[in-house]
């Protein structure tokens, strides 16, 4: 399991058999502290962080239970191999290579770019498509005009468009991509621009 932001609620029917959780950063769609707690509580799960995320993370669940890694070192989780991929946010983040049987994932979201990062010939992806820019932009200025603020300077500044998505997954030869993250003010035209390509 990648992430634990939703209200257990939700997923409790789901995570029965998840055996560990890859956590990314701290914000609240990603690190629900009490959807984290009752997973820790009701099952049998390890969490894997990075360095930022342990003192809040044992403030929740006992420290037998973490596993602290740093970047590109690739460990094992129960067959799978997996290993931390830097990721540039508005705090400290990352993503997750994870491989199994030759099938290599890659798991990315909350990143302002993908510069730096690469995937070449890996079979899948599940990566943010938080904005498409041209809408985006179109309804900043439109806000700016009213005298409004628009959230979506922050999502512009700390979240990557469809655009560098798809052309990531070009560049590497991803044909499987899994968009995650998709804000709701241009959700129409990031569907557009994953329809066209
Ligand atoms: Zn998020
Ligand atoms: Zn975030």
């Not at 956590?23 to 390890?46: E, P, Q, Y």
């Not at 997996?82 to 890659?106: F, S, T």
Request: with cysteine; hydrophobic share 40%.
């Amino acid at each position: 399991m990648i992430d634990a932001g939703l209200p257990y609620s939700k997923i409790k029917d789901k995570v029965k058999n998840v055996r560990y959780v890859l956590l990314t950063h701290i914000h609240g769609d990603h690190f629900n502290k009490s959807t984290i707690r009752k997973l820790a509580a009701n099952h049998n799960v390890m969490f894997i962080c990075g360095e930022w995320l342990f003192d809040e993370l044992l403030n929740i669940v006992n420290s037998e239970s973490i596993l602290v890694y740093g970047f590109g070192i690739a460990f094992d989780a129960i067959g799978y191999d997996v290993a931390m991929v830097k990721a540039y946010h508005d705090v400290p983040n990352c993503g997750y290579r994870i491989m199994q049987d030759g099938h290599k994932h890659l798991h990315i979201t909350d990143t302002y770019t993908l510069d730096g990062i690469a995937a070449k010939g890996y079979h899948s992806a599940s990566i943010e498509c938080n904005h498409e820019i041209n809408k985006a932009l179109v309804l900043i200025d439109e806000a700016k005009e009213n005298g409004e603020f628009s959230h979506l300077i922050g999502a512009v500044n700390s979240h990557l468009s469809v655009d560098k998505t798809i052309q990531f997954c070009k560049g590497n030869g991803i044909k499987k991509l899994i968009p995650v993250h998709i804000g709701s003010s241009t959700k129409k035209e990031v569907i557009d621009a994953l329809k066209r390509w």
